[in-house]
């Protein structure tokens, strides 16, 4: 059973989350090795407190003087870092406490995901040292990412250092690590994110339970193998959930995936259909892969807190429709067909033959200007039955159009298409999404990525969602459909 | 119903697909509209034949006389491509007969899409000068694309043209464009593809039916937004799908899409439960999109014929096996346990600890290098149980790893890894498919993305399977397996 956090509870974890003042122990003058390697990503990264090495041999990193025993750091410390070996781990840990951390994360490995007898007692040692007043993030985990207060993971020195408001929970290190590594690109911008491998101490209900919470934290992602106590964390899941999105990718439902669940962070993955009905009855966001956790993320953060019933898709060629409007239907989506009148209002903006206005809209040529599509998408946006317009620009159609050598960039109206989609989303509270696909990816033809890539960097910017093709689009908004609508009806 | 073809109609077939003497009606002096752009078309493509324009107005375009009239051209013609406005088409048609053309294409639109009485009488009027003995591609059409006799669709002057065994059937010329556009990068190389329109004469049928029996054509894809004559499409298709795989994209199975595919190419969608069940019936390999489609077709035509029962994963990182095994169940992909010598073998090659060699293999470390992957994926050939193997390079690791300002084409053993997977599958008869994911697509990452789609090049140039994600790869290879296997059974 979780109990609700008290006071205590969410200082120290305000305090682990942003220390002031870190050990890192097990790190070498030599500069080999995990807690080195550590310490540097930290200092490379910003982090914003002081650090302070630990290592018997002593001597000097970077300026810093290494402590030869965690007792020899002058003053309190907030929080420790250990990458030492694993028997050395419990009395650092021990030590960490005496030194005032109220919290410590063990990047180390050898406990009981090795399976074997001194890896178990080991981790039993930890959990003991834990219970004595110090809280702890692993053993064989990546810790803490958190923007706002510099903390990194340790191959994270060039993370993205601009907080944001998605939380992301993963047992594993080298998921969080690909995580926070494609959300840079994909515009994903993150409260906090905790590696908290074997989870001997700290995982994933009370980790919840703290960021249901969370003033920082809008929307909360997790990538779960297998979880401690079954019935705190669904009951932590099911509160959370009435607050803010949760986000679940559970790893390891296959016979197979299971096994390497196993193998990599020692839990028991448990069957499919017991999640798929836990998850549902919480109203989790359940997604099957990192990538569509990506989207649902994005998604999440980027568009307004509520479902969107009424879709327009609007982009060039009629198979285009055709695919869109079968997409649509197998995800739950409606594209409502328009007035007479406003088809009409439409189809006298674009080009003839081939335009069409029944939604899906097509525009007939691929390279209709901003401002004939301006024109279209005000034109939807008037009917009630619309709640958001998605935009379909095949934007590798403008290096067929340029004239003479003219670079891609300036061929292609990114930046129009941006201000013209923000312009209508601000005078008509209805958010036009984006979506870029790119289907000509030949080596000769980079120069069409480059202005995706630019493109996609810009929308972002203004806070329109971009997406790389329209069944992730669909999925996504789907996702937030369903949510906002689920909670409804639950908070009766 | 659909008859035998005669010796006859596979002669005439030949001559439209690789005609000598071809005349394009509607070419203007000016070198404006469609028949200009489609005569520019096949010149700048490389259309090996002899090209004879027609308008009213005579002159001459590119050093090429343009003929008033069809009967003004000396001699016979073979085919004939007709560009001129709807209510001067059936005309144009008849001429091209009287001249000896056994096919044309008509390009024109205006016909039944446009649901008028007048469209709906032109075509009946194209339809019954067909029967007098020309067959017709169209209306309202792209037409015919064949890189070994030179024709291409209007758009098409840069298509590929290396010949290859994918044939495609699409009403929507836009669908056509696009797939053979996106099938350039992709590896896809077409024996013919033909974008039929409203299929006023020939249509799905009769073109498989042909298809079936073409030598140069050994996977047939297809996109039907519907069909002709029901029942003699699903018997060519039960007894072409026997012959060779035949891959179907069904647009329009819902309400919405139905409503598009009307005003797209003027046909009847047809509800999804009948078409499941007809193309399971058939043995047709039924994908959902074209991306999934360009991804059977790939594989169909890069590995052998046959199923492929056990399979091995290897690749970088732990979650990334548990996402690998989730995967392959639900797409019915066997990952078999290797057996204990095996794992002692490939565990004593990688580095440790993090690898493991239960399949999915984790080689612990993305920059394990070409020479130890050869030892592993060799050891795991060895085993009966496994039929092909699958290797994750995320190729943006080694961006991490490289020294210096060292480009990322030369840190990247992409090189090694293709001339290893070759190897392998020379030695073992076992196939090495390669999956490159991109996970890092910032604008400051763009090298990564370089050398991807080079490593991606030189793969498909050694008839290695690459795809871009695991899932892709699976849901590509179970079509592989479903379809070999049922077929065996079909035939009893």
Redesign the interface.
């Known amino acids: 059973m979780v109990n609700t956090l008290s006071t205590q509870d969410l200082a120290n974890f305000e305090k682990i989350f942003h220390p002031q003042r870190v050990a890192i122990v097990g790190v070498s003058a030599e500069g080999f090795g995990f807690g080195s390697n550590t310490m540097m990503a930290l200092q490379t990264f910003g982090f914003k407190g002081e650090i302070f090495p630990v290592n018997p041999k002593g001597g000097t990193i970077r300026d810093l003087k290494i402590y030869p025993r965690i007792e020899d750091i002058p003053g309190e410390i907030d929080f420790g870092i250990i990458a030492v070996q694993a028997p050395l781990v419990p009395k650092a840990l021990e030590d960490l406490r005496k030194k005032g951390a109220v919290g410590a994360e063990i990047l180390s490995?050898?406990f009981k995901e090795l399976a074997t007898e001194q890896g178990r007692a080991l981790e039993d040692d930890v959990k003991r040292v834990a219970k004595t007043g110090i809280r702890v993030i692993g053993p064989n985990c990546f810790g803490i990412y958190c923007p706002k207060s510099g903390l990194t993971l340790p191959p994270g020195s060039e993370y993205c250092n601009e907080p944001g408001t998605i939380a992301f929970l993963?047992q594993?290190g080298?998921?969080a690590n690909?995580f926070i590594?494609?959300g840079?690109?994909?515009g994903l911008r993150f409260s906090k994110v905790v590696s908290f491998g074997n989870g001997a101490d700290l995982r994933e209900a009370e980790l919840l339970q703290y960021l249901a919470q969370d003033p920082d934290t809008k929307v909360i992602c997790m990538?779960i193998?297998g979880v401690g106590d079954g019935t705190a964390f669904f009951n932590t899941l099911k509160k959370t959930a009435m607050k803010k999105p949760v986000i679940i990718y559970k790893?390891?439902?296959?016979?197979?995936?299971?096994?390497?669940?196993a193998?990599?962070?020692a839990s028991m993955g448990g069957s499919r259909m017991i999640w798929e009905s836990v998850l549902s009855q919480a109203n989790a966001v359940k997604v099957a892969?990192?990538?569509e956790m990506s989207q649902a993320a994005l998604a999440f953060t980027l568009l307004p807190e509520r479902s969107f019933k009424g879709i327009t898709v609007a982009g060039g060629?009629?198979?285009?429709?055709?695919?869109?409007?079968?997409?649509?239907?197998?995800l739950g989506i409606h594209?409502p067909?328009l007035k007479k009148e406003t088809q009409e209002k439409i189809l006298s903006v674009l080009p003839k033959?081939?335009s069409?206005a029944?939604?899906?809209i097509d525009v007939a040529n691929p390279g209709v200007p901003p401002e004939i599509l301006r024109e279209v998408l005000f034109s939807a946006a008037e009917e009630e039955s619309v709640d958001l317009q998605i935009l379909i620009q095949l934007l590798y159609q403008y290096k067929?159009f340029r004239r003479g050598g003219m670079p891609m960039k300036e061929a292609t109206p990114y930046v129009g298409i941006a201000e013209m989609s923000e312009e209508i989303r601000e005078k008509t509270g209805k958010p036009v999404v984006l979506v870029l696909p790119n289907?000509?990816?030949?080596?000769e033809?980079?120069d069409i990525?480059?202005v995706r890539?630019?493109a996609r960097?810009l929308f972002l910017e203004k806070k329109i969602l971009p997406f790389e093709?329209l069944?992730d689009a669909f999925t996504a908004i789907s996702r937030v459909n369903r949510y906002y609508e689920r909670r409804e009806v639950m908070k009766g």
């Open positions: 490995a050898g993963a594993s080298g998921m690909d590594k494609a840079k690109w994909l990538y193998e790893g390891g439902l296959s016979e197979a995936g299971n096994r390497a669940v193998s990599h962070t892969n990192s990538w060629g009629g198979a285009l429709g055709v695919t869109a409007c079968d997409t649509a239907e197998a594209l067909m033959p081939g069409s029944l939604n899906p067929a289907n000509v990816q030949g080596e033809d980079i990525e480059e890539r630019a960097t093709n069944p």
